[in-house]
């Protein structure tokens, strides 16, 4: 069991305490009902599809993670050793929740599952990840998604 | 992750962050969170629980239907049942834990790896899937290669594509992931942390790993040093020295 509360002290500080850049506002946007919208994740766990480059040290650009993906081609590659393994080794929805997405999608739940999601490496400093959170937000806008599940990890 | 939910929304599209920091998800106020008290690691709870993992993503998706905001930070309020033991489950059985057939420790992990062969391949058929091959080595090669390490220098890298300290780094990831899944072969459900006391306390490997770590964290070399520090061993399982 890894919470932040069983890292050594200095370390859980270092966690909550990580460098972000601050924001003057935040936005807000607003959208059609659960049930009409396109829905993507977009997760910071430096996962791979198997065969692409694993995130080396802290880059900042993003991987992509086509819909098409089985389970048995993604890795994750993220550079914290204090995370737990185990979970995403035993059923990847623990950080990747597609299958219950697209079963959402069936039950009508959410209107659809967008074709392609991405993954960003979570220790990089989120300032350089800037350029290209904002060109995934136009890849995710030309896929028609209205609505972005965030996953850390 | 809670940066990206302020970029992403300021380009029009509209986000919901799972949080497992909450202090952090206060700080940088994204537009709507969902903090989860699972272990690092596992931001949609249980493994193999669909209908737990679904209950969170409906939880957070929920949130991008509140019409006043922004920075609406919700605490799901369920903790993950499989952080509990599971007393059925026994790790796979290992010759090196009782009689060992050397005093090296790195031929001792190379002699290990082929033991756990048949449990790690009941595991992926199991699952389905294997989550070994960051570093593009078989699992006797990633073996071989730390236990090069371990036995002193720093071996040439494998492969253009990686330097050397990139390579050890991502082997020891697949000889990690490697013997967790071959602990995860059967039907028993163990915790991670049941996994973790056997592979830290248990196997030439975690015996392995803990000593390249303290060689490094005593070496000259900074590069070397923040490697040991950094990527080998977790915090609850290091101690300050090694």
Request: no cysteine.
């Given at each position: 069991m890894v919470r932040l509360s069983d890292l050594p002290s200095a370390q859980a500080k270092r966690y909550a305490e990580l460098e972000c850049p601050s924001f003057e506002a935040t936005p807000w946007v607003t959208g059609p009902p659960l049930s009409e919208r396109r829905i993507a994740i977009v997760s910071s766990a430096g996962l791979v599809v198997s065969g692409e480059k694993p995130f080396r040290g802290r880059d900042a650009e993003y991987r992509v993670i086509p819909s098409t993906t089985r389970p048995d081609r993604?890795?994750?590659?993220?550079?914290?050793?204090?995370?737990?393994?185990?979970?995403?080794?035993?059923?990847?929805?623990?950080?990747?929740?597609?299958?219950?997405?697209?079963?959402?999608?069936?039950?009508?739940?959410?209107?659809?599952?967008?074709?392609?999601?991405?993954?960003?490496?979570?220790?990089?400093?989120?300032?350089?990840?800037?350029?290209?959170?904002?060109?995934?937000?136009?890849r995710l806008k030309g896929d028609s998604v209205d609505g972005v599940l965030l996953s850390p990890v | 992750m809670s940066a990206l939910g302020h970029y992403l929304e300021q380009e029009g599209i509209a986000t919901v962050a799972i949080s497992l920091v909450r202090a952090q998800t206060e700080n940088v106020r994204p537009p709507r969170a969902l903090w989860v008290p699972f272990e690092l690691g596992r931001p949609f709870g249980p493994p193999s629980d669909p209908g737990f993992q679904t209950n969170v993503v409906m939880t957070a998706l929920r949130m991008l239907e509140i019409t006043s905001g922004p920075s609406v930070l919700r605490d799901f309020p369920l903790d993950d049942p499989r952080e509990a033991p599971d007393l059925r489950w026994r790790p796979p059985r290992l010759m090196t834990a009782g009689a060992r057939v050397s005093e090296d420790l790195a031929t001792l992990l190379e002699c290990e790896i082929p033991m756990l062969e048949s449990s790690y391949k009941q595991s992926v058929a199991q699952r389905g899937r294997t989550i070994v091959g960051l570093s593009g080595l078989s699992i006797n090669e990633a073996g071989h290669y730390v236990a090069a390490w371990l036995r002193g220098g720093i071996p040439?890298?494998?492969?253009?594509?990686?330097?050397?300290?990139?390579?050890?780094?991502?082997?020891?990831?697949?000889?990690?992931?490697?013997?967790?899944?071959?602990?995860?072969?059967?039907?028993?459900?163990?915790?991670?942390?049941?996994?973790?006391?056997?592979?830290?306390?248990?196997?030439a490997a975690g015996d392995a790993i803990l000593n390249l770590r303290k060689i490094h964290l005593a070496s000259s070399d900074d590069r070397l040093r923040a490697i040991a520090g950094l990527f080998l061993v977790p915090g609850i399982r290091a101690t300050p020295t090694g």
């Open positions: 993604l890795l994750l590659s993220h550079i914290s050793i204090n995370l737990d393994r185990t979970g995403f080794e035993e059923d990847w929805n623990v950080v990747f929740p597609l299958d219950r997405l697209n079963e959402l999608a069936a039950d009508r739940a959410i209107g659809s599952v967008a074709a392609t999601h991405y993954s960003f490496m979570g220790a990089t400093d989120p300032g350089l990840m800037e350029s290209y959170a904002r060109e995934v937000a136009s | 040439p890298s494998p492969t253009a594509e990686m330097s050397a300290p990139l390579v050890l780094r991502f082997a020891v990831d697949d000889l990690k992931a490697y013997y967790t899944e071959a602990a995860l072969a059967g039907p028993a459900k163990p915790s991670s942390k049941q996994i973790g006391d056997w592979f830290w306390d248990q196997t």
